[in-house]
């Protein structure tokens, strides 16, 4: 699993979607106190998926994208250069092949998150993406 997520993260390098967030792009979780916009990504799932001749691990990955932006344009745009970088694309993984990296799900939502400021209204894009890769 780390060299995938290894070359998930190394996807974003100089893209429109790492200019969005300022390269604030985490594995897992965000550091306390990051600064909006940012992104994190993590595994949901990793089901081993076998045939008679191939080991496939068949994967969720989510991006959740947040933004504290007055207005929806900043988060909007996340979402497409996000999905610019990453529907369908092609990667190399070390040790591993890439079968295919798909959209599968996104959920926009409204949420308020406590801050070290005090508690701020976010916007929130969180976006599945299957991922089958053979090892």
């Known amino acids: 699993m780390l060299n995938l997520t290894t070359a998930i993260y190394s996807q974003t390098s ?12 985490f594995k897992g979780q965000a ?21 008679f001749s191939n080991d496939h691990e068949d994967v969720i990955i989510q991006f959740s994208l947040y933004s504290s932006a007055s ?12 999905k610019a970088l990453y529907d369908e694309c092609s990667m190399s993984i070390t040790d591993e092949t890439l079968i295919w ?28 993406y299957r991922v089958i890769v053979e090892v």
């Not at 550091?31 to 045939?51: C, H, R, W």
């Not at 599968?104 to 894009?125: K, L, M, Y």
Request: no cysteine; proline share 4%.
């Open 71 to 82: 207005g929806t344009t900043q988060i909007e745009n996340m979402l497409t250069h996000l």
């Open 31 to 51: 550091p306390e106190g990051t600064v909006y916009p940012y992104a994190v990504y993590q595994v949901v799932s990793d089901v081993q998926n076998n045939t």
């Open 101 to 128: 990296f798909k959209r599968d799900n996104a959920v926009f939502q409204v949420e308020d998150h406590t801050t070290p400021s005090g508690t701020q209204r976010v916007w929130a894009w969180y976006v599945d």
């Open 14 to 25: 100089g893209s429109d979607f790492a200019s969005d967030i300022g390269s604030r792009f």
